[in-house]
């Protein structure tokens, strides 16, 4: 098993029979893990449509199906000599395939129409057989061929089953309430703040002796600067700039 | 300047937090959410008609008509629904909607809605399963989990719909050797799903239109095929199990109606052309998940608790909104009130105990009578909000309770057990 190799497969429904893997690659086959196939091909309602879809097998393999959806027609089926008729299935329904190819790797681009076409020669085969015998028949083994689309190397995971537009759609997600704010959250919220208020309050007030009111005297003043300077450096300090006390009334003038 | 710093860093956050409070004061109270959830599957073969039904009773509950609630879902899946419905009334095109493949497996979300005073509500929540028939008749392929996951779903649904097929009943009734083989697969396919199902069971016959000719009284001819199925020991078995405290129904469903479709030479159904569909009895399964769910949980309570319950129903008649949302919470952490909770066992109860056990204690109450104009006035908007959701509840309640006693007087054959 390469990964420039692909394999055809066949998800359909008889006459009788329910939807079922009817052709399906021989590695998988031989794994008894084919049925991922089942659980993950969704039809569409364009015929020969390709879609590309990503699964994981129950043994953990990634893998990537592209797939298309076929509606049986007279001509697909017609036994020799006898009238065509469009089949339906025994509740007067249209039969319809999901084929198409597995590959290891994932196509770089879009799948190569001859691909789908050699697929779903190969699934209608097998899709005659299955009308032929629905009870009786057993799945197919799909054999290894070489694509003519361009494959890449995988990248990424699925979940098992995970195939586009499939599994189940709830609205969980959507419903998920909104973690924030609430009230918990709101008083958390308060609480930092008050307490960053509280800190920076506090900060500011441990910086020193501020010129609080009354505005200190010559004397106090040159008294603070001698201590500061004072082992500092033994020459001489400029007296430092102050701003001018707010408290005290500008010279010349009386305070309003 | 302490003191101004120290001031203001009180100050800042009880704004924030004073607007923040006052922003929720105002903001109108959500008193529809969270709508309780309640899982319903429909189990039937592939062909048996699950599909259509479904698409047939969205598109006849999607607008308030003949009801005061209606049906809303996703935008995707009202497209998906409508599509069927669309393929199966189209006359001219032979062809019937696809069967559903198991990779389509999709839970439909349905919100019941109605009308209140000054807006829409949400009363609850129904999530449908659709899903491949073929998953409950044939054996699961190795690799696969779908099986696995629909009965998953299976064993915790709210209520389960048997769907019988009309068709092999009148294969049935007509003496055709696949009649008999027929329903012995659809019991075949019945009895395992359903044998150990604690929640309510109903069963529905599909395609009822092609049956029509049987007999021209819909209740006699109900009464045939219900004494087919009676007649078979392991039908009469399930239905028996399923009895105890409540009834067992069987209801006649056409998702087209009489008229639309016939059996042709071939033994497929086919469309006639130029025929309009004409639904018939498609909404009465789902209206009736709820009432027959109340009506199981409540045979479940033992003597005491049903007396608390009554009490407590004729209490909250009385009290105004909020009175009313003090007492629910205090009841739901009495015995009484945990016994009930439990009694509904699915994940239902453990999300949305108290918005259900609300619904749960209107659905037992008597229609209240509107309130005087006066005294209305005299609720704030919450209260008033509280006041018009539980009635508009009450009132989907009592008309789906409605449809399903209106489906009895007129098909008294749809009982299927005495519920006793």
């Not at chain 1, 005659?128 to 061929?145: N, Q």
Request: net charge neutral; aromatic share 6%.
């Amino acid at each position: 098993m390469t990964g420039s190799h692909a394999w055809p497969f066949l998800v359909a429904r008889g006459r009788e029979r329910g939807y079922r893997t009817l052709l399906a690659p021989d590695f998988l086959l031989a794994a008894r893990d084919h049925g991922v196939l089942d659980d993950s091909v969704v039809p569409d309602a364009a015929s020969d449509r390709p879609s590309v879809a990503e699964i994981v097998t129950m043994a953990g393999q990634a893998l990537t199906v592209v797939h298309a959806t076929h509606t049986v027609t007279a001509a697909d089926v017609a036994e020799p000599g006898a009238k065509p008729r469009a089949p339906r299935d025994r509740h007067g329904r249209p039969l319809r395939l999901i084929y198409g190819f597995v590959c290891v790797d994932r196509p770089a681009g879009e799948p190569d129409p001859a691909d789908l076409a050699f697929c779903r020669t190969a699934a209608l085969d097998a899709y005659r057989r299955f009308l032929a015998d629905e009870d009786g028949f057993e799945v197919t083994p799909g054999r290894a061929f070489t694509p003519r689309t361009v494959l890449g190397p995988r990248t990424g995971r699925t979940r098992h089953g995970g195939a586009t537009g499939g599994g189940t759609a709830t609205r969980d997600d959507a419903e998920r309430p909104r973690p924030f704010p609430t009230p918990v959250g709101m008083l958390i919220v308060a609480a930092i703040l008050l307490a960053v208020s509280i800190a920076a309050v506090g900060w500011i007030a441990s910086r020193g002796p501020e010129p609080a009111t009354p505005c200190p005297t010559a004397t106090s003043s040159a008294r603070a600067t001698s201590a500061r300077s004072a082992g500092a450096s033994t020459g001489p300090s400029p007296q430092p700039r102050r701003p001018p006390c707010p408290t005290a009334p500008p010279s010349g003038r009386h305070a309003g | 300047m302490t003191v101004s710093l120290l001031a203001l860093g009180v100050a800042v956050p009880l704004v924030v937090l004073g607007r923040w409070l006052h922003r929720r004061r105002r903001r109108p109270l959500d008193v529809s959410t969270p709508a309780p959830a309640f899982q319903v599957v429909a189990l039937g073969q592939q062909g048996s008609g699950k599909t259509l039904l479904l698409a047939s009773m969205y598109h006849a509950l999607r607008v308030p008509s003949g009801q005061c609630y209606f049906l809303t879902a996703a935008h995707d899946d009202v497209a998906r629904l409508n599509r069927w419905f669309t393929q199966m009334a189209d006359a001219a095109s032979p062809d019937w909607p696809h069967g559903t493949a198991k990779g389509e497996t999709r839970l439909f979300s349905f919100d019941v809605k109605t009308r209140t005073a000054g807006s829409i509500a949400t009363v609850l929540r129904l999530n449908y399963l659709e899903y491949a028939g073929e998953l409950l008749t044939e054996l699961q392929e190795p690799g696969s989990t779908a099986k696995d996951e629909l009965y998953a779903r299976i064993e915790s649904a709210d209520a389960l719909i048997g769907v019988i097929d009309g068709y092999s009943i009148r294969l049935y009734v007509d003496g055709h050797p696949d009649g008999i083989v027929r329903l012995q697969e659809t019991l075949s396919a019945l009895i395992p799903a359903v044998i150990e199902a604690s929640c309510p069971v109903n069963f529905v016959i599909t395609k009822w239109d092609l049956l029509t000719d049987l007999h021209p009284d819909e209740n006699v001819r109900l009464d045939m095929v219900r004494n087919h199925l009676i007649s078979n020991p392991q039908f009469q078995a399930l239905v028996n199990l399923h009895s105890t405290g409540r009834v067992v129904r069987l209801i006649p469903v056409s998702a087209v109606g009489p008229g639309f479709a016939r059996i042709g030479p071939d033994g497929e159904v086919v469309k006639i052309p130029q025929r309009e569909i004409r639904p018939a009895n498609v909404d009465i399964p789902l209206s009736a998940v709820l009432p027959d769910l109340f009506e199981q949980v409540e045979a479940r309570l033992n003597q005491e608790t049903l007396t608390a319950l009554r009490a407590e129903v004729r209490r909250r008649t009385f009290m105004d909104p909020l009175q009313a949302l003090a007492s629910l919470a205090a009841f739901a952490g009495q015995t009484a009130g945990r016994a009930v909770l439990a009694s509904f066992g699915g994940s239902a109860a453990a999300l949305v105990g108290d918005s259900l056990l609300g619904m749960f204690l209107d659905a037992r109450a008597e229609p209240a009578p509107d309130r005087p104009t006066g005294l209305a006035h005299e609720f704030g908007d919450a209260e008033r909000r509280i006041d018009q959701f539980r009635r508009a509840r009450q009132r989907v309640l009592q008309e789906m309770q409605g449809k399903v006693l209106a489906l009895e007087s007129r098909l008294p054959a749809s009982r299927l057990s005495g519920g006793v």
